[in-house]
């Protein structure tokens, strides 16, 4: 018996890592002093006085039901790429590195490598040097047609230019950023909705939506990195906003007795929220806790600096405001 | 229709997340300046001159599948730190943060918190901060019974300590260091041999193992981080014997026109490599290309500091010899 006879064939997977090996290549910054395919990446760290690093691990989700549905890799690699530099950016960090880990059973190496193009294209945007990863074929765990992609990057920021959301006060404006749809949250609710419930198809055309819902559903997470870096020492704190929407990740931000008003007038969410929340009788402090509604990146802005950052950041409008008050995050 | 409707209960994940982070927290080293909860974990650069960042991404691979039979899941949590330790280690490093990507379908809560307890275990014994990770409940992509475990470290060495297998020169010993049986690799094989093809089960006692076949399956992937960070200075280069075997992890390390002879003679394997040759009829180059056989790290060392090696790493024994030649490498 051998090996390959269990259902791993080493020697396959060998020529698809090498293309792998190639696409991680050209998104090295000098500071990569490795070569591909030793047992670790080697990094060096940006000259900073006290630098912090900065990492996180988040996972595609379900949206990859969505590509596989729609039989198109190359988004996905995009939406974990973007979806972990806005979380470090959150802090203050710009990306230094990525790297991805995709388990699957019988992805054929041209959605494999579809997967790492889509990493790899983000990767470069950002500025994020794709050093590593893992590929693990798993027939055992994984069913045929089914896969994960999870991602884990580490940023840096200088030490006193840590975003600290104690900075956050009552008056300061709560200024949204336009997301580009779902981004990477909620989609085990919308699926059961969209096509669970009201047996729609990915290829299904809806009115008021400009694309198919595939297309639709897959539009890539967008990263607030470009637009919003060079202003990050004029804003108090950032949210991400992603599993547990407005609710959740603006709430673990607060400090004490300070509280947070998000005004639904205050922006016209993407047709698909509405869609969804049509076809499933959705309750609208539902849709606010799951969904990003239109806004992915919510601002903290003392009342100054806000003309500046709205004049500066495309689409971005305010939202809400921080007041005094014990009660949270209220989206009225 | 609700969020938790669609399989996913956000309240009943946020109480295990909770305890999950007190774990987190028993690890932090006073380099760990964030709280448990935001979008990324704030981890200080180790004061060193030039210093390299080392990072690595390993899956525990089936050996999941073992812990899903015995009903025990502690064990992986270990096996996933202690592999990309020594992953790291093989580069100069010690390790400084690691982060988890557990995916899922409906673990218990009380399997998760096993899990994490076992990460966060070998994360202090390794000197190592848990400082996040991401836990996915996916029921559209695992089945009830399945889970997927990953793991993403960082360590730092001084730049001119950063161990170049360049130096690997004919006339050096190849030491190995013994294995606490398979560690993380070769599962896919062992299992079609030992339970589909042989019709054992994890409670199976097979003559020559000490433990049932469940238990000596489940060992946990040893750390050689104490054995061998202090002799690093004395050692040309390390290879981490995972998948691939010796062949795949000491290939790759091989400077130009030299090449490696191990001697299977030089080391009784553990009686579970037996076994699982005997029952899979499997051949001997498979068995050398799969598994560690009972060496799970390999050092190679000039002949001037073979002696203190060996006398300084309980268990250590020379199981080869580098030679001149570009046939890679040969176990005879």
């Given at each position: ?32 002093i490795?070569?591909?395919?030793l ?34 890799y ?20 710009r ?23 889509g ?17 693990a ?51 085990s ?10 047996g ?10 400009t ?7 897959l539009?890539?997470?967008r ?9 990050l ?29 998000v ?9 698909i ?60």
């Open positions: 018996m051998l090996y390959r006879d269990a259902g791993v064939d080493i020697t396959a997977m060998d020529a698809v890592k090498r293309r792998i090996a190639g696409i991680a290549r050209s998104t090295f910054s000098p500071g990569v490795s070569e591909v395919g047992f670790g990446s080697l990094c060096r760290v940006p000259k900073l006085r006290d630098p912090v690093l900065v990492a996180s691990c988040d996972g595609v989700g379900t949206k990859l039901v969505i590509a596989r549905l729609c039989g198109r190359d988004t996905v690699g995009i939406d974990i790429v973007n979806h972990s530099v806005n979380d470090i950016l959150t802090l203050g960090a990306p230094l590195f990525f790297l991805d880990y995709i388990a699957h059973s019988k992805l054929k190496p041209e959605s494999l490598l579809a997967i790492v193009q990493l790899g294209k983000a990767c470069r945007d950002n500025g994020c040097s794709l050093v590593g990863g893992e590929t074929m798993m027939p055992d765990i994984y069913r045929p047609h089914d896969f994960d992609l999870a991602g884990f990057i580490v940023g840096t920021v200088e030490r006193n230019k840590v975003i600290d959301a104690t900075r956050i006060s009552p008056g300061d404006a709560v200024i949204g950023i336009p997301s580009s749809g779902l981004h990477t949250n909620g989609y609710l919308a699926r059961r909705v969209l096509f669970d419930k009201a729609l198809k990915v290829s299904s055309r809806i009115k008021g939506l694309r198919s819902l595939g297309e639709e559903l539009r890539p997470h990263s607030y990195l470009k637009p919003v870096y060079s202003l020492s004029r804003i108090h704190a950032l949210a991400h906003i992603t599993g547990g929407g407005f609710y959740g990740n603006i709430a673990r931000l607060l400090p004490h007795e300070v509280s947070v008003i005004k639904k007038s205050g922006w016209r969410p993407s047709p929220f509405g869609v969804i929340q049509r076809l499933g009788n959705v309750p609208d402090e539902e849709m606010y806790r799951t969904f990003n509604m239109g806004m992915g990146m919510v601002l903290f802005v003392a009342p100054k600096q806000t003309d500046r950052i709205l004049g500066s950041i495309p689409g971005s409008r305010v939202i809400g405001k921080v007041v005094r008050g014990t009660f949270g995050v209220s989206v009225v």
